[in-house]
């Protein structure tokens, strides 16, 4: 395909053609006139600069490698000598440059997009805990858009050493229940045993405070306190190991806590006995009333179960002015709203992230794959193909990993609830219960998951502890029931325990699904018939099998689901709660569970955040920002009051704090907007703390650090100003009463190998290995990625050029040729008349 570099020259073509049309009328010679044309078009076209992309391989027996050798404080807890011996490994056999970095923090980052080239290829040393500068998924998403391949290399972990943080809020609410979140990381993946010891200014905490047990990287233990009194607070936690933890400024963390008053609310209602109600007035100041009223110095107004008639013009106008200035408003469900309350088309639907008519129908379906990381799929090579997840010389695990996702990415699942088990010797929960696929978000956090999976070097081939797992997630479920086994076929010792779930599985209506992955590494056959335990599984519950050769892809068509009829009575009690989106504020630390047995039919704005659906993909809990405010639409009611209640469960146990963490987030920052407010998060040692002062009074502000340092602000909008600073050693600082944490530096939080970091690097085309590994098949993996499709430009206006050429000098030399000839034959009548 011919491309042009400078294609607006063409329009050059224009005014050339319409002067050759002209003349032509004029009289002028027409095919000296054409060829002039076709002349200047030809030169035109060369002034357009054409050209052809030519595609070549190129490819090189000696790459050009960058060696970048992690030696910040984090690596202390790993061999020494892994980056110094594969350099002497790489560089006797290729050219090889070695980036060392020292301190105490890591841009790992930053490295990868300064050496990324695009002809060479990146080699880590390190553990993949990058925390400083460019995000390290960026960085590698760079360097594969450059044309750079990234490996990295883990060194075997020495030493273990242990690691607490806290994850919470900063601003806490007076007499209200507070949650925090402690995180214990460890660089080994052992049991250990430790104590924790948390005190809220200076006063020991005895729930959390206690001995714990861990075996994987990480634990996170939420605990909860009440604050009673305002203003500046400090929690304390430290961790004592029993065992093993040589690094021991990480063991004790300080998090500072701002007390303020219970934010004032409006709660418009009939209803001010139900489950809701008692919520929101147990934990804010709530002024309640039928009518809208006065919403100054209100974070969040409450819509409870309102017909649009209850509500003028006015009040609308008024709703709208409230939360486009940063206001919240939470419009609660039942049978006098939404659809049921000429909502739909209304002038306040426009502020909603819902339209109050019925929604696609969704759902019907969950399906739980249950997938084989036993030891066997350790073994046996893969070959890769075109497209695939599975990368060549990796073990069948691989293969059942890229049979996995190629699943997810089934259109049949796009509406359906899907869950994840892997089982080796026991059954492990990966996608923590089943997971509402109608987002990417979902979809991709899955396939993540997946791709994280490792085999356990000695785990057994134990189907029926996975398929107990998939028993219980399924045995409430309504609709289409699926549970698709991946698996090497390796069940022999856990056959007839398997057949025996599995037919429990067909009695409740799941239909189930045999994926076998042929590998001459597992012995799938039975010894004495030589049939295949898979095949006679699904055989003995009616199942479907397939044999799937290495490389191979299965394709499982799904039946296409019956829309349910809408005059047909409707089981209410089957409407299972789900979280739909577990990252968002609202939901990250609330474990839903329970039914509704009614709801308000509603749809969804395109850019609307749906966080908890039913079981049948009905929205419940929609929110989305409305100007500066944020709106949270709730499509069922408020749990008591009348008759045809629908949603007691939903104000009941842990699914109260639904109605909290919502309110929450609709009121954003909870300090009154009086006097001067500041802002700072707590901070790490050597990182700087962002301060934002805003005014409410008149007046110059003046803020000082622990009442001995003036600290200069910058102003950065009306009545806001701004300041970065170095609060100084770790331990809890005040500015101007304003309290703030410095920590130990964030290099010793993540300790050990970052989890993520194989499946980045995989991501983005590289590859993970030990030392050994690295030494033995790295250069091998090079020189094959050293193969790179290169497209270059050829340019094609040398041809233009000579084609105008030949064209004027043919049109010319026809022309001399013509003129000759009537020369003579001019000369020639010329002479015959003097004769004559």
């Given at each position: ?47 357009a ?19 970048i ?20 490994s ?25 050496y ?54 900063k ?61 500046a ?143 066997s ?81 000695t ?51 799941v ?29 003995a ?36 709660l ?6 968002h ?18 749809t ?51 699914n ?7 309110m ?32 409410y ?76 590994e ?12 050293s ?5 270059e ?8 050029i ?35």
């Open positions: 395909m011919l491309n042009m570099q400078q294609p607006e020259m063409l329009w050059l073509v224009v005014p050339v053609v319409a002067a050759g049309i002209y003349l032509i009328r004029k009289g002028a010679k027409r095919g000296l006139i054409i060829s002039r044309v076709v002349v200047l078009t030809l030169l035109i076209i060369a002034l600069s054409p050209y052809n992309v030519v595609s070549r391989i190129s490819s090189s027996e000696n790459p050009d490698i960058v060696l050798s992690d030696e910040t404080a984090s690596m202390e807890l790993f061999e020494k000598q892994t980056a110094t011996e594969l350099y002497a790489l560089a006797a056999n290729t050219p090889t440059k070695a980036v060392k970095l020292t301190g105490e923090n890591t841009a790992l980052g930053d490295v990868i997009v300064q990324a080239r695009g002809d060479n290829q990146i080699v880590l040393v390190s553990d993949g805990n990058n925390n400083k500068g460019q995000g390290l998924e960026e960085a590698l998403g760079f360097a594969k858009e450059a044309g750079t391949t990234v490996y990295s290399v883990i060194p075997e972990v020495k030493a273990n050493d242990v690691s607490l943080h806290i994850n919470s809020e601003t806490a609410v007076q007499n209200n229940e507070y949650v925090f979140e402690m995180v214990v990381q460890q660089a080994k993946d052992t049991p250990i045993s430790y104590d924790i010891e948390v005190y809220v200014d200076d006063k020991l905490l005895p729930d959390p405070s206690k001995t714990y047990t861990q075996e994987g990287y990480q634990r996170k233990i939420l605990a909860t306190h009440t604050f009673d009194s305002l203003g607070h400090k929690i304390t936690a430290s961790v004592t190991v029993e065992g093993e933890d040589i690094q021991p400024i990480n063991n004790i963390f300080y998090k500072t806590v701002y007390v303020v008053p219970k934010p004032k609310i409006q709660l418009i209602t009939d209803d001010t006995s139900s489950s809701m109600a008692n919520v929101l007035l147990k934990l804010y100041d709530t002024s309640t009333n039928a009518q809208l009223t006065d919403l100054e110095n209100k974070k969040a107004v409450v819509l409870d179960n309102r017909n649009i008639n209850s509500l003028s013009g006015s009040d609308i106008q008024t709703l709208k002015d409230y939360v486009s200035s940063g206001g919240g408003l939470y419009v609660v469900g039942g049978d006098s709203s939404y659809d049921y309350g000429n909502y739909l088309n209304s002038s306040l639907e426009s502020i909603l992230p819902v339209y109050s008519k019925a929604t696609e129908w969704k759902g019907g379906r969950n399906v739980v794959l249950v997938l084989d990381v036993s030891s799929t350790i073994n046996g090579s893969t070959p890769s193909t075109e497209g695939s997840v599975g990368v060549q010389g990796n073990p069948i695990g691989d293969e059942i990993k890229a049979n996995a996702i190629s699943i997810l990415r089934n259109e049949g699942l796009r509406s359906a609830n899907v869950g994840v088990i892997a089982f080796g010797t026991e059954a492990t929960d990966v996608s923590d219960g089943l997971v509402y696929f109608g987002i990417p978000s979902n979809i991709e956090r899955l396939e993540s998951q997946i791709l994280a999976l490792t085999p356990s070097l785990s057994q081939t134990s189907l029926d502890s996975g398929l107990s797992i998939a028993d219980e997630w399924l045995r409430t479920g309504t609709g289409e029931l699926d549970v698709i086994i991946v698996s090497d076929g390796g069940i022999a010792d856990f056959y007839t325990q398997s057949l025996e779930v599995a037919q429990k599985l067909t009695e409740q209506n239909k189930l699904y045999f994926v076998h992955i042929m590998s001459t590494a597992t012995m799938y056959r039975d010894p004495r018939t030589h049939s295949i335990y898979g095949e006679n599984l699904m055989q519950v009616n199942g479907t099998y397939f044999q799937i050769q290495q490389g191979e892809r299965v394709n499982i068509e799904f039946d296409e689901l019956e829309h349910p009829d809408t005059n047909e009575s409707v089981d209410h009690s089957a409407f299972t789900i979280k739909y989106n577990p990252t504020f609202i939901t990250r630390d609330v474990n839903i569970s329970g039914n509704i047995t009614g709801y308000n039919d509603v969804p704005k395109p850019g609307a955040d749906r966080l908890v659906l039913t079981s049948t993909g009905k929205p419940v809990l929609t929110v989305w920002r409305y100007g500066l405010g944020r709106v949270a639409s709730l499509s069922t009611d408020n749990g008591k009051g009348y008759d045809n209640m629908w949603s007691t469960q939903m104000y009941s146990g842990n109260s704090r639904l109605t909290s963490s919502t929450n987030w609709l009121i954003g920052d909870p300090q009154v907007e009086e006097g001067a407010v500041l802002e700072a998060e707590d901070t790490w040692f050597g990182t700087p703390a962002q301060l934002k002062l805003t005014m009074d008149e007046g110059i502000p003046t803020i000082t650090l622990d009442d001995t340092r003036s600290i200069d602000l910058s102003l950065t909008g009306k009545d806001t100003y701004e300041t970065t600073i170095d609060v100084g050693q770790v331990g809890v600082h005040h500015i101007s009463g304003y309290p703030i944490a410095v920590n130990y530096a964030l290099e010793y939080r993540d300790v050990g190998v970052n989890p993520d970091l194989e499946m980045m690097i995989k991501a983005n085309g590289g590859k993970t290995y030990t030392k050994n690295a030494q033995a098949l790295l250069l091998k993996d090079a020189k094959n990625n193969q790179k499709l290169i497209k430009p050829i340019s094609q206006k040398i041809y233009f000579l084609a105008a050429l030949i064209i004027f000098l043919l049109e010319v030399i026809i022309r001399r040729l013509r003129e000759i000839k009537e020369m003579k034959e001019q000369e020639k009548r010329i002479q015959e008349v003097s004769e004559a």
